[in-house]
């Protein structure tokens, strides 16, 4: 079987040891990132199918789409984001 060995520069283990202090901060700015790009996404899914291959003529309004937001991440009581 193959073995595997990574060499990691020291400098670069230094800064990854130095996040682990504030990972709070860090895990929310994550979140609010992950959900910027999940909120376009959806925003384009839903835009590219409402009203598509339906019987009737589309009445959208367009509210379901407006209603689409990004809330802030939040702690729970055992420290999960």
């Known amino acids: 079987m193959a073995k595997v060995d990574f060499k990691m520069p020291e400098d670069f283990l230094l ?7 504030r990972t709070d901060d860090i895990i929310e700015k994550v979140l609010e990132s992950g959900g910027e790009v999940v909120e376009a996404k959806v925003r384009s899914n839903l835009s590219a199918s409402v009203g598509r291959g339906t019987k009737e003529k589309n009445r959208s309004t367009g509210e379901l789409l407006r209603s ?14």
């Open 68 to 81: 689409l937001g990004l809330s802030p991440a939040k702690q729970d009581r055992n420290g999960n984001f």
């Open 15 to 21: 800064k990854l040891s130095r996040l682990g202090e």
